[in-house]
């Protein structure tokens, strides 16, 4: 039996387990963060239920109002809108299979680009080229002009949670661009790092041998 009492989903928390006559499934009474309470079946709280139907008006609003606005803007089906609604739909709809990595770690958008398309194309301007997509220059920031670029899918990678960054001198890049600024090939450096068959490596870390070579080409 799946028990899932106190726990969230969505805008809903589960309170009790309650009786329903006939029903074939075990019903919980869910509280709702817009205040109603409603009741559900346990196999669909937080697979196609995630709110007491308030979710689902609102996107239908926001898609009327978006519908209407995008009439005056002539942008629909542009590489720009669609990233704008896309960025909007991680960060706010739980339905979304990128909402955990977004809206779910509190990343949400500024309200001028929320609540404008024309102030987000005004902030970000187009696409450089259709490889292009946006990007936030802080992994951990919100989306807002100053913190988001139009970057490439090389860009990108460079600019994950998983890259180590090394700054030096106020210069900041990760491993990989440094070892390209520097002309050193990355497999050699990190053949350099840690430990191996029981013998220390020259360094311990990416960051000191990053160190060692910019010394080495600006003494």
């Known amino acids: 039996m799946r028990e899932i009492q106190n726990q969230r989903f969505g805008r809903l928390v589960a309170l009790e387990r309650i009786k329903v006559p006939n029903a074939n499934n075990a019903m919980w009474r869910c509280k709702c963060d817009c205040g109603n309470t409603t009741i559900a079946a346990a196999a669909n709280i937080g697979r196609t239920t995630f709110s007491c139907g308030c979710l689902a008006k609102e996107s239908a609003s926001n898609l009327l109002k978006n519908n209407k606005h995008t009439q005056t803007h002539g942008s629909t089906g542009t590489p720009e809108y669609r990233a704008w609604q896309l960025l909007k739909r991680r960060c706010y709809n739980p339905n979304d299979h990128k909402?955990?990595?977004?809206?779910?770690r509190g990343i949400v958008v500024c309200p001028q680009w929320?609540?404008?398309f024309e102030t987000f194309l005004g902030d970000m301007g187009k696409k450089p080229s259709p490889k292009h997509s946006i990007d936030r220059k802080d992994v951990n920031g919100d989306y807002g002009p100053e913190?988001?670029?139009w970057a490439t899918p090389k860009e990108q990678m460079r600019n994950t949670r998983r890259n180590i960054f090394v700054e030096i001198d106020g210069v900041k890049h990760c491993v990989s661009e440094w070892c390209e600024i520097l002309g050193i090939d990355r497999?050699?450096?990190y053949d350099q790092i840690g430990t191996r068959k029981g013998y220390v490596k020259?360094?311990?870390t990416a960051e000191a041998a990053i160190r060692h070579f910019y010394r080495q080409k600006h003494p």
């Open 187 to 189: 497999v050699r450096l």
């Open 114 to 116: 929320k609540n404008s």
């Open 202 to 204: 020259p360094f311990a």
């Open 99 to 104: 909402y955990p990595l977004y809206g779910g």
């Open 147 to 149: 913190n988001c670029r």
